[in-house]
T-cell receptor, first 112, second 114 residues
């Protein structure tokens, strides 16, 4: 059984650029959630995907978008990057009705 | 809506001393409760969870937490800490019905002093 894996682990982007982060969910899980963790803060829910459809969204602007693929892996896309988008982005997989989420190691995004 | 308050941002404690990390929550619906631990440059690992049943839950590495509904608290305790317990600890809730996304507190940095 493989765990949740995220890629890349680190990247640096320039303000105004676009970025795509990737997540492979744990085997047997059909739901992927994305969180943003700013430095010194707790993770904030961005959105969740279930069966390739968005299944809930936190208080993030539309330039944060996502995809889920038939194999339940997922992408997080952020357009028009701002300096405040610098954060650790965490992916978590679970069953839709499951109450335990398994997190990846995160992608550290730095916007300069 | 749900919110989680972790009253202490940093807790230094000597090795082998007891520790309590405090967590209070606010919610208009019934919730499940969780503690996650984050080691430097890593993701979150589930430490323990309260879903139902006994209000005292335990982890395999000696931590325990007690759900107190009247005080809306879920404090984390360990009777004797080790150097390896140094990490960031996050309390989180999710609602019992509907979406299962997590609402996190701001975290408590536990530093164990040799």
């Amino acid at each position: 059984e493989t765990g949740v894996t995220q890629s890349p682990t680190h990247l640096i982007k320039t303000r105004g650029q676009q970025v795509t982060l990737r997540c492979s969910s744990q085997s047997g899980h059909n739901t992927v959630s994305w969180y943003q963790q700013a430095l010194g803060q707790g993770p904030q829910f961005i959105f969740q995907y279930y069966r390739e459809e968005e299944n809930g969204r936190g208080n993030f602007p539309p330039r944060f978008s996502g995809l889920q693929f038939p194999n339940y892996s997922s992408e997080l896309n952020v357009n028009a990057l701002e300096l405040d988008d610098s954060a650790l982005y965490l992916c978590a997989s679970s069953q839709l009705q499951g109450r335990e989420a398994f997190f990846g190691q995160g992608t550290r995004l730095t916007v300069v | 809506a749900q919110s989680v308050t972790q009253l202490d941002s940093q807790v230094p404690v000597f090795e082998e001393a007891p520790v309590e990390l405090r967590c209070n929550y606010s919610s208009s619906v019934s919730v499940y409760l969780f503690w996650y631990v984050q080691y430097p440059n890593q993701g979150l690992q589930l430490l323990l969870k309260y879903l139902s049943g006994s209000t005292l839950v335990e982890s395999i590495n000696g931590f325990e937490a007690e759900f107190n509904k009247s005080q809306t608290s879920f404090h984390l305790r360990k009777p004797s800490v080790h150097i390896s317990d140094t990490a960031e600890y996050f309390c989180a809730v999710s609602q019992r019905t509907g979406a299962n996304n997590l609402f996190f507190g701001t975290g408590t940095r536990l530093t164990v002093i040799p």
